[in-house]
């Protein structure tokens, strides 16, 4: 599954500070931008997995799941 999200950096002194608009959580930092953005990468990805982990132990078998896509 491919996602789009809207990724937000800023320098803070001697650091760049990222974070991901779209999902309060997903944030991060670095010594350069192309570190903050690796960073921010990995950061998104184990959000995800974790938050459909959790969402997996919570729900029933007989749950439906689907993708949703919407226009932004």
Do not use: C, D
């Amino acid at each position: 599954m491919i996602g789009q999200f809207t990724a937000v950096y800023m320098k803070s002194g001697k650091w760049y500070v990222g974070y991901v608009e779209e999902i309060p959580g997903v944030n991060t930092q670095g010594r350069t931008l192309t570190e903050t953005k690796r960073n921010l990468k990995e950061a998104l990805e184990l959000v995800l997995e974790a938050n459909r982990k959790l969402a997996h132990r919570f729900h029933s078998k007989r749950a439906i799941e689907e993708p949703i896509s919407i226009a932004v």
